[in-house]
T-cell receptor, first 113, second 110 residues
Framework: DSGVTQTPKHLITATGQRVTLRCSPRSGDLSVYWYQQSLDQGLQFLIQYYNGEERAKGNILERFSAQQFPDLHSELNLSSLELGDSALYFC????????????FGPGTRLTVL | GIQVEQSPPDLILQEGANSTLRCNFSDSVNNLQWFHQNPWGQLINLFYIPSGTKQNGRLSATTVATERYSLLYISSSQTTDSGVYFCAVERQTSYDKVIFGPGTSLSVIP
């Protein structure tokens, strides 16, 4: 158990819908990273927050957004869902603003029908 | 952008055998990690190793940052070692802050 929690574990929804994925980092960690893992694209970095502020932005679609709250948990919002958004979404946390070990949560498996 | 390659893409080992997995990267990086994704999908951190050598039980890793590669050694492999091994590099840029390699899929057979 990495200490990073993600909810829900599984999510099935329809095209055009909106969903929210939640991540709680390990106690004491200030950074949260979001990743998408799909069969065709592999593991891709989406976005990083550190202590409530956006620090790095990767290959994240405009339909997707994220935030980190004062209690350091983070949410990833996915809207206008398409079939191609079906994937495993991971969050990871680390102590500092990059350059240290990232610990991954169990992931949320999103299926868009 | 930076390219991260891993070799071999697939590997089948007899239980008890040793193996070496390689990760090459095309530009300087601040950090490198090795992960194991088990058959249930969980990503488990193995090593944080921007340079030098580390060992943890049957696993060890070496990163030669100046030559832009890292190696993961698995000795006396066990069936529980099966899964996909990823290396991931971290940079100070924003867009490609973290880049994962395509992975090496390892199957250890009894």
């Amino acid at each position: 158990d990495s200490g990073v929690t993600q909810t829900p574990k599984h999510l099935i929804t329809a095209t055009g819908q909106r969903v929210t994925l939640r991540c709680s980092p390990r106690s004491g960690d200030l950074s949260v990273y979001w990743y998408q893992q799909s069969l065709d694209q592999g593991l891709q970095f989406l976005i990083q927050y550190y202590n409530g502020e956006e620090r790095a932005k990767g290959n994240i679609l405009e339909r997707f957004s994220a935030q980190q709250f004062p209690d350091l948990h983070s949410e990833l919002n996915l809207s206008s869902l398409e079939l191609g958004d079906s994937a495993l979404y991971f969050c990871a946390s680390s102590t500092g603003d990059g350059g240290d070990t990232q610990y991954f949560g169990p992931g949320t498996r999103l299926t868009v029908l | 952008g930076i390219q991260v390659e891993q070799s071999p893409p697939d590997l089948i080992l007899q239980e008890g055998a040793n193996s070496t997995l390689r990760c090459n990267f095309s530009d300087s990086v601040n950090n490198l990690q090795w992960f194991h994704q088990n058959p249930w999908g969980q990503l488990i951190n193995l090593f944080y190793i921007p340079s030098g050598t580390k060992q943890n039980g049957r696993l060890s890793a070496t990163t030669v940052a100046t030559e832009r590669y890292s190696l993961l050694y698995i000795s006396s492999s066990q069936t529980t070692d099966s899964g996909v091994y990823f290396c991931a590099v971290e940079r100070q840029t924003s867009y490609d802050k973290v880049i994962f390699g395509p992975g090496t899929s390892l199957s250890v057979i009894p």
